[in-house]
């Protein structure tokens, strides 16, 4: 019986005309993909890499900022607070603004027992992502239930080979990036990890050898020390 596998077919496109980069004089030769793909793999972050949690915030979050607003804690930092959620953990947001234990918990009560059910789309670019010929995983640091529902929402479930929500209290995507690589037999270069925190998984690709590449669509970093895009057009660089 013939099983097709898309997946096989385009790689072995891209191994059979190796003559698909763009050659140094410019006169690229025309090709489906442009590109030899020299990564098995990539490791995708979720917010802000694949969506703008700018996009669903106010929905998302009201519940918590009423918490936030009504607890008399935040009175002078509440916008600071609001652009860090759109960027960072809960939990170490509040840590950041020295939020109490009791208001702490609260949100993260809250948080744990959402999920999202609005309007949300990835962005443009990311058809760009469903089309490349490797291997995608995706993996996010949050609440389980909220991250799943985002996940449904986009519809991007079967973009990926494997989905791991990471609960911050409980793990790291270190971790899960060292567990991946071993799981599926990957060396550290044949790995790149996409994603829009410095401070997340960029520095765990960096600490595991891997490289990384800062998705910056919002143009945050621009002296950023590592290599940086702001469209998935100009990851082919990279792969
Ligand atoms: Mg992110």
Do not use: C
Request: hydrophobic share 40%.
């Amino acid at each position: 019986m013939l099983i097709y596998d898309p997946g096989s077919f385009l790689r072995w496109l891209a191994i059979a005309y190796p003559a698909t980069r763009p050659l140094a004089n410019g006169k690229g030769i025309s090709s489906p993909f442009n590109l030899i793909m020299a990564r098995k793999a990539i490791i995708f972050d979720l917010d802000n890499t694949i969506y703008a949690v700018s996009s669903i915030a106010d929905q998302l979050f009201a519940p918590l900022f009423k918490l936030l607003k009504e607890s008399g804690e935040v009175e002078n930092n509440f916008e600071e607070i609001k652009r860090d959620l759109m960027r960072k953990p809960f939990q170490l947001v509040a840590r950041k603004y020295g939020l109490t234990e009791g208001l702490t918990q609260k949100g993260t009560h809250l948080l744990q027992n959402m999920t999202y059910e609005g309007e949300i789309r990835p962005f443009d670019d990311y058809r760009l992502v469903r089309a490349l010929p490797v291997e995608k995983f995706l993996v996010t640091t949050g609440f389980l239930q909220l991250q799943q529902s985002k996940i449904e929402r986009m519809g991007i479930r079967q973009d990926f080979r494997e989905v791991h929500i990471v609960d911050i209290e409980s793990g790291t995507k270190k971790e899960v990036f060292a567990a991946l690589l071993q799981r599926h037999h990957l060396r550290p270069s044949d790995v790149l990890v996409v994603g829009d925190d410095p401070d997340s998984e960029i520095k765990a690709a960096q600490e595991l050898d891997l490289a990384a590449v800062l998705y910056d669509k919002a143009g945050l970093y621009p002296d950023a020390s590592i290599p940086r895009i702001s469209d998935y057009r100009q990851l082919s660089a990279y792969l």
